[in-house]
């Protein structure tokens, strides 16, 4: 994979004597959850410092676009958006244009070069370093050749909390909550260590002040989100683990739900387990990407630890009641043969998850899994994939269907149609799974109350239901 593409007209000159210095910034978040909590605290730094928040980036001084890179179809979409934002610089709709997260991570000097209209490119372990950077971009004379001024060399080492002030970008009644940072694990076809660096896990303290501040202006739904949620706490000091993280948000006073997404299915421990059966708070929704079943596959994807508890973890969730099961899937991989590739439908099937993702591999430059022999047609991978959906489709709605007459707690996330809401049930994530919807409610119910219903029937990944 080559650096982005996109070169434009340089757009020469200042801020064409205008003296009235940039206050508001219009953000563009691209990309992960994980990256959506990077907005959030950059917004929070501007906030503090002064700026304000433009309601859409068509009316603001500044674009800031927070980019994903981590596979071909990201880098477009982040080129994509910057390209737009540095023609609405060239017809002077907007005085800035600010890029930050991966993509300008990644490709330090290739990005610049690129998207010459850019007037700063801002590193991962800078986020605080914000306001300052669009201050100094701000003030530079020569604005037709930009520099990387915000991206400091080598890999990034630091993990940020969000400012009070911070928006909560997801909206006011669900959050996601970054617990780490970076990844210590080396899965082949991964780009993320190099672009995010090593594990660094934010404080527990840090982590509980933010859920504090969440609760006590009416987020009923915190998401906690990092590389490797599993991980937490391994390069801290004191016992810390996801398991005793998740004990002391538990014990957070109020009515709300907790999610971890985004874990390693052999590092769910028993302790963990029973944190979470023995919970108030915390759902048992467990995000475990296994990306393939077969031991060579796995052993290639340089994910050897994980095939010995592929046959045993789904029973060992499924002991807790309610227990909801997500997977993501990569098939395509350099070496898989059809026989693998069965052996993988063939566990779907026995495991029957209840949401599956599935991606086709792609070579990502850098990565160990990019030089390797054995890589399927293009052709055989996208029937793999396309085979792969089709029987997860069957297996969620048939998993759907025998929810329809069952009674579950539901969070209220929005209005639906003339009367109705739009809610989510403990086994639905937001963004990633389906929604349910109540087609006619009272009008006293609103966003962020929790209700009980009934499921009346499914609509291919949604459902529909009752209050009762
Ligand atoms: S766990 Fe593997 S796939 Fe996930 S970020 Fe780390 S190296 Fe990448």
Request: with cysteine; proline share 6%.
């Amino acid at each position: 994979m080559s650096a982005p593409t996109g070169k434009t007209k340089t757009a020469k000159g200042g801020t064409g004597g205008r003296t009235k210095p940039v206050k508001s910034v219009g953000l563009i978040s691209l990309g992960c959850s994980k990256n959506l909590a990077d907005s959030e605290v950059m917004a929070g730094h501007l906030l503090k410092a002064g700026f304000t928040l433009a309601p859409s980036p068509d009316r603001a001084d500044v674009i800031l676009v927070n980019t994903c890179a981590f596979i071909e179809p990201a880098r477009a979409e982040a080129a994509e958006n910057i390209l737009a934002a540095c023609a609405h610089k060239r017809n002077g709709k907007c005085r800035l244009v600010v890029v930050s997260g991966c993509l300008p991570q990644r490709y330090r000097e290739a990005a610049a070069e690129a998207f010459p209209d850019v007037d700063a490119f801002l590193g991962v372990d800078e986020l605080d370093r914000l306001p300052d950077i669009i201050r100094e971009a701000e003030a530079r004379s020569d604005r037709a050749h930009p520099v990387p001024l915000g991206i400091a060399e080598g890999l990034p080492t630091r993990v940020f909390s969000k400012p009070i002030e911070a928006l909560r970008l997801s909206g006011p009644v669900s959050a996601y909550v970054k617990i780490g940072e970076g990844c210590d694990h080396a899965c082949a076809f991964c780009a993320i260590p190099k672009i995010r660096g090593r594990l660094r896990s934010r404080p527990s303290e840090s982590i509980l002040s933010e859920a504090r501040e969440l609760l006590r202006t009416g987020t009923r739904e915190i998401n906690l989100v990092a590389q490797d949620v599993t991980a937490y706490g391994r390069d801290l000091r004191g016992g810390n683990s996801l398991a005793s993280l998740l004990r002391q948000l538990d014990a957070l006073e109020g009515d709300f739900w907790i999610r971890f997404l985004y874990g390693f299915h052999n590092r769910v421990t028993d302790e963990l387990l029973e944190v979470v059966a023995n919970s108030r708070h915390i759902l048992p929704y467990f995000d475990l990407p296994i990306q393939h079943s077969d031991p060579e596959v796995l052993r290639a994807m340089r994910r050897a630890d994980t095939i010995q508890a592929i046959d045993t973890f789904p029973e060992r969730l499924r002991a807790i009641p309610g227990a909801t099961l997500r997977t993501t899937c990569m098939v395509g991989f350099p070496g898989e043969t059809e026989e693998a590739f069965e052996g993988l439908l063939a566990y779907i099937e026995r495991v029957r998850f209840d949401h599956l993702g599935a991606f086709i591999f792609s070579p990502e430059e850098g990565t160990a899994a990019a030089e390797m022999d054995g890589l399927p047609p293009p052709e055989v991978a996208q029937a793999r994939h396309a085979r792969l959906m089709e029987t997860q489709k069957r297996i969620a709605r048939e998993v759907n269907r025998a929810r329809v007459g069952t009674v579950g707690r539901a969070l209220v996330t929005d209005w639906y149609g003339e009367d109705g809401l739009t809610v989510r049930m403990a086994h639905q994530a937001p963004e990633v799974d389906g929604v349910t919807h109540i087609l006619h409610a009272p009008e006293d119910i609103r966003p962020g109350d929790f209700v009980t219903v009934r499921v009346t029937g499914c609509r291919g990944y949604d459902l529909t239901a009752k209050l009762v």
